[in-house]
Every structure is written in structure tokens, then in C-alpha cells.
């Protein structure tokens, strides 16, 4: 099968990713083989090619957000079916005995294994999941409208849980940084009765967007919104924007940092954290956070926008995606 294989950690501009021809993998007993037809492109891949994450088994093949039909599937396997549509996440399998798995926190499992870093993403023709790591898809979402979902929908999901706000109606919500986690999450806020203000630095391109998709207010990355907010949620890598964020929060208001990867925080003066606002990362998801999310995202519905890719490009893709050059999400297509 054809596979973008990443090598060695490289600076995007290098197009560290290579085509090879690699044997389509066979399914281990509680596994499902799927033909990808569709792979969303993640800044999380964008890191895991440059080496922002540590460097996990090499090569690799990246993608995370994989949507495809089940080929084959192993002995022990009940809950799926060959032929049927599934998505394959980050979140690519947990150990499932440690304190997080049994407290109902898998995505801080003590060992987990992830799609497209530590095991074989959907850059490539072909994957393989376990069969309960897998996520039906609703039937009203083509594949490369389903293909963000899987990441930048799920994670944006968890972080609007983790704002803590509780009544959503009139909620003042922050976004800083507009792209495919930005341009889900509105969807999402703006349905359950929130007021959306989008911080981000492209007019042309992500606060356009942003307008198109019912923000009340946009602005640069930085600059402060018309109103105090009740909760911001920061999907830029950028620890710089954090003070900024901070100090546009209403007392008692929460701050999400959505990203696996940021660069540093400048020292806060405590008074921007004073009057018991809160400073949260959110790690990964739950198979609950994807499952759940997925079926809110129907009722809306979620509508992405997407440009997209033949595999062999994915290095222009993750450059685009590096310099603010995708409006909404990039997807890969096999």
C-alpha cells in the first residue's frame, strides 16, 4: 500500500514525509483493518513530523483522523463488520487497568498508545485499530466532512466541557486561534446558546470564516473583545497569547489551553489569575468525549470546511496548515 513515512523529525519546509510502498498490515484478534479513504490533517501532525513531541517508534506514518471502510477483522472481534464506515481517532488504545482507565479518565492512561506517533496512522492507504477504539459515523456526514471530527471536533468538544460553564444560553465564549478545532467548536457553542468571540490573526481567511459561522465578535490574537468573557478556549500553539486571554476573562472565568504542544508561557503578574480565575490544559479524549460528541455534532448539524489533499501532498499540506494557510481543516484523500 502507498504510506507518507516519516523518517526522522524535519522542519516541514524540508517535506520530511516520503511515499513508500509498505505491506498492508494484518489485523491482530481484537483489530479491524480499514481502507482509508479520507485523513484529516492535524497541527498535531504538523508536530509530530518537526519534532515538537518526542519521537516515538520510526518511521512512522501520521494521521489521525481516519475515516475509511472495515476490510478485515480479527478473530475476536464482535462489535464490528466488514464494509462498515468507521473513524479511527488519536486516542489509539489504552491500558485499561491503570487508576486513570478505572476512574473513567482514559485519556490520561499511564500507557496509552496513539494513532499516527506511537502506531501507524492514516497517511496511508490502509490502517489497522482496535475494534473498540472505533467510532460509527453518522450517516449525514460525507468523509471528508467527518474526517476533522476526529480530532479537532473531539478535542474542541472536551474543551468546552472543561470551561465549566454551565448555562450556555447568553455564555460569553472566547476562541483564540480559528482553525479546524475553532471552526467546529463555534458550531457547537453557537447551538447551545452562546455568544462565540474569535481572537485570531488572518482577517481574510479564519475571522471571514469565523463571521460566516455566527461569531458576535471578531478580532486580532490578542485584542480584547467588547465584553469580559466567561471562558476562553486557546487552540493556537502560542503560550504568548495566554496573558492576553487571561486578562480578558470575567472574575471566576476559566481558560483552556486545547493544544499537546505550546511554546512558553510568559511569567503571569498574579493579578490576572486573581478573583479565581482558572488555568486548565486538556489531555487527549475519552472514547465517551468522541461517541458523545459525534452524535451532538448531527443534531446541529456540524458542517466543516475543508480543503483537500492527494496523500502524495501531504508536506504541502502541513505547510499550508503551518503558515495560517487552510481555511477550516485540511484532508487528506486516498
Known sequence: MRAMLLDAPAPIESHPLRLGDVPIPAPAADEVLVRVHACGVCR????????DLEAGPLPIIPG????GRIEAIGSNVTDRKVGE???????????GSCAFCKSGRENLCDAPKFTGWTVHGGFAEHLVAPSDFTYPLPESFTDLEAAPLLCAGII???????????????ARLGLYGFGAAGHVAIQIARARGAD??????DREKHQALAEELGATWTGGTT????VALDAGIIFAPAGEIVP??????????????GGIHMSPIPELPYELLYRER???SVANNTRADGHEFLEEAARVPVRTHVETFPIEEANVALDRLQHDGIRGAAVLTT
Not at 492576553?244 to 489551553?257: I, M, P
Open 44 to 51: 498535531t501532525d504538523l508536530h509530530v513530523v518537526e519534532g
Open 64 to 67: 489521525h483522523q481516519v475515516v
Open 85 to 95: 464506515r468507521v473513524g479511527v481517532a488519536w486516542l489509539h488504545r489504552t491500558c
Open 156 to 170: 474542541g468538544y472536551r474543551c468546552l466541557r472543561k470551561t465549566g460553564i454551565a448555562d450556555w444560553a447568553g
Open 196 to 201: 462565540v468571540y474569535v481572537c485570531t490573526r
Open 223 to 226: 485584542e480584547a473583545p467588547p
Open 244 to 257: 492576553a486571554a487571561l486578562s480578558h476573562l470575567d472574575k471566576g472565568g476559566t481558560l483552556v489551553l
Open 278 to 280: 482558572v488555568v486548565r
